[in-house]
């Protein structure tokens, strides 16, 4: 994931400068939304739960917690996707700047701490399996 971004950045960040047009850099953060949306629920789709793979280490949960905590990062990641899309075609640059820093961020963050009841229900008890 981080590998990436940062081609992702690369290539717009260097399209941005070498077309001096910022529409790329616009784009860039729908096209990352829309990559981790389809990835987390195509992955679904075929059994492959890859926010396993990247919270593994923090978390122990059930194959059903897997499952649901997948579904919702998908689709908040493609809700995202969307949401950037309306803003930056309908506003300001510097709009657009500021709803990216104070408003996606603290979304994303409200949303990853709304999970905790998920992460709690569907934690598995490791006295139990000793």
């Known amino acids: 994931m981080p590998l990436f971004t940062a081609v992702l950045v690369m290539i717009f960040g260097g399209l941005t400068l ?7 850099l616009k784009v860039k953060v729908t096209i990352l939304y829309l990559f981790f949306g389809v990835i987390l629920l195509g992955g679904l789709l075929t059994g492959r739960l890859f926010i396993k793979y990247v919270f593994a280490q923090a978390f122990d949960l059930t194959e059903a917690g897997w499952k649901k905590l997948t579904l919702r990062w998908g689709i908040f990641c493609l809700m995202l996707a969307a949401l950037n899309e309306a803003v930056w075609r309908n506003l ?3 709009l657009w700047v500021d709803f990216k820093v104070w408003v996606i961020l603290p979304l994303v963050f409200l949303f ?9 229900r569907h934690g598995q008890d490791e006295t139990k399996s000793g």
């Open 18 to 24: 070498y077309l001096k047009n910022e529409t790329f």
């Open 112 to 120: 990853a701490l709304a999970q905790t009841p998920l992460i709690l």
């Open 92 to 94: 300001t640059t510097a």
